[in-house]
T-cell receptor, first 110, second 112 residues
Framework: AQRVTQPEKLLSVFKGAPVELKCNYSYSGSPELFWYVQYSRQRLQLLLRHISRESIKGFTADLNKGETSFHLKKPFAQEEDSAMYYC????????????FGKGTKLSVKP | NAGVTQTPKFQVLKTGQSMTLQCAQDMNHNSMYWYRQDPGMGLRLIYYSASEGTTDKGEVPNGYNVSRLNKREFSLRLESAAPSQTSVYFC???????????FGPGTRLTVL
């Protein structure tokens, strides 16, 4: 069964430090993976999608099929990066919806 | 474009009361979804509609019903609210199932 694991509930770093938010997945086939971000009291919004290979707000994520991971990285964290981050992948089969991880709360301290 | 809109933003119910959460999108998307967000649980899919006229159960459908009124609107109904349904409810839409989903602002529901 498809599954997304985000092992850290909370990640706290200082401004300017590197950030890595972990995401591991279980998927049969070639997955399409997403990172969504939710700033305080706001709606979820797409941060990036692995297929597009973009860098958004300085964040990147590389799909590692060998380690079944899709970690989100940023070399220098900013205070405005403080938010809840969710990793997601399609549920597969005939269902056309996303399975979300439980989320990691990133706190960037000044 | 407003994107995905939800009403109401906040609601307090008593146990046993019923209510309908409304969702609409103006992006001409085929697929729409209802999620609930609970602390430590992430987002869990309640129901989804892959296209107009179809609805399917998600991970946590018990206690809810949905209606895909037309291509734009997808409502979620709680027939007899329970405290366990206290949550933040998000509606989302996508052009086709499984690709990028766009979320509404959420409805914060408290059941006493």
């Amino acid at each position: 069964a498809q599954r997304v694991t985000q092992p850290e509930k909370l990640l706290s770093v200082f401004k300017g430090a590197p950030v890595e938010l972990k995401c591991n997945y279980s998927y049969s086939g070639s997955p399409e993976l997403f990172w969504y971000v939710q700033y305080s009291r706001q709606r979820l919004q797409l941060l990036l999608r692995h297929i597009s290979r973009e860098s958004i707000k300085g964040f990147t994520a590389d799909l590692n099929k060998g380690e079944t991971s899709f970690h989100l990285k940023k070399p220098f964290a900013q205070e405005e990066d403080s938010a809840m981050y969710y990793c997601a992948l399609p549920s597969g089969g005939s269902q056309g919806n996303l399975i979300f991880g439980k989320g990691t709360k990133l706190s960037v301290k000044p | 474009n407003a994107g995905v809109t939800q009403t109401p933003k906040f609601q307090v119910l008593k146990t046993g009361q019923s209510m309908t959460l409304q969702c609409a999108q103006d992006m001409n998307h085929n697929s729409m979804y209802w999620y609930r967000q609970d602390p430590g649980m992430g987002l869990r899919l309640i129901y989804y509609s892959a296209s107009e006229g179809t609805t399917d159960k998600g991970e946590v459908p018990n206690g809810y019903n949905v209606s895909r009124l037309n291509k734009r609107e997808f409502s979620l109904r709680l027939e007899s609210a329970a405290p366990s349904q206290t949550s933040v409810y998000f509606c989302a839409s996508s052009e086709n199932s499984g690709i990028t989903q766009y979320f509404g602002p959420g409805t914060r529901l408290t059941v006493l």
